[in-house]
Structure formats: structure tokens, C-alpha cells
């Protein structure tokens, strides 16, 4: 058992969390539901809504915080990190062509003053 948030008392089997994140990494909303229904239970969860509003009671705030940081921040730095290796791969992309063009402008150069 892992505790999917340090000191959040919320613990889940390790296989699992990394069974979600594979399978369920595309659907943010469906981690979330099926994580919930992990921790709390399917019965139990029946039963219950986010704020508690009326005939149903509230989904316990450690379990609401600790699947909200473990999924909402992952998922940020998830699309930090795309973003980031977005940009270094055109970076790279631009400096391929830059240096392309400069070298055959240094050829052209090199033909039109040796007269080749």
C-alpha cells in the first residue's frame, strides 16, 4: 500500500495507481472517479457527493485533497514537461535549418568567388 499523498492517511495498492495512470492517463476524469471508488467504495460511493449537498453525504475531505493533488498537480507537470520538450524540439528543429541555410548560403558563397 502506497499513501497516494504524504500525510494524507489515504493509502491505495501500488499496482493499482500505476494501472490507472497507464490505462486512464488520457481521461483525467475517469482517474478521478475510479480512484475514488478505490478508497471509498463503489457502494459507498453511491452514496455520496463532492460538497455533501442534499440527501447525500460528503466524500471525506483527506480523500477529495489527497486525489486532487495526487491527479490536478500530476497532470500540470505532465503538460509542463510536453510543453517544454515541445519547445526544445523545435528549438532544435529551427537550429537544423539555420544551420542547413547557413551552409549552403557559405557554398553558394564559396561557388560565386571561386567561379564553380
Request: charged content about 25%; aromatic content about 8%.
Amino acid at each position: 500500500m502506497k499513501e497516494i499523498q504524504p500525510k494524507s492517511g489515504v493509502k491505495v495498492d501500488r499496482q493499482f495507481l500505476k494501472d490507472l495512470q497507464r490505462d486512464w492517463s488520457g481521461d483525467l476524469r475517469e482517474m478521478v472517479r475510479r480512484l475514488h471508488k478505490k478508497i471509498i467504495g463503489p457502494a459507498d460511493l453511491a452514496r455520496m457527493s463532492a460538497t455533501g449537498e442534499g440527501l447525500y453525504g460528503a466524500i471525506p475531505t483527506n480523500v477529495k485533497n489527497a486525489v486532487k493533488c495526487k491527479f490536478f498537480i500530476g497532470s500540470y507537470k505532465m503538460k509542463i514537461h510536453k510543453i517544454k520538450t515541445h519547445i526544445s524540439n523545435t528549438y532544435h528543429f529551427f537550429v537544423q535549418i539555420g544551420l542547413t541555410i547557413i551552409v549552403q548560403r557559405a557554398a553558394s558563397l564559396t561557388q560565386s568567388t571561386t567561379g564553380h
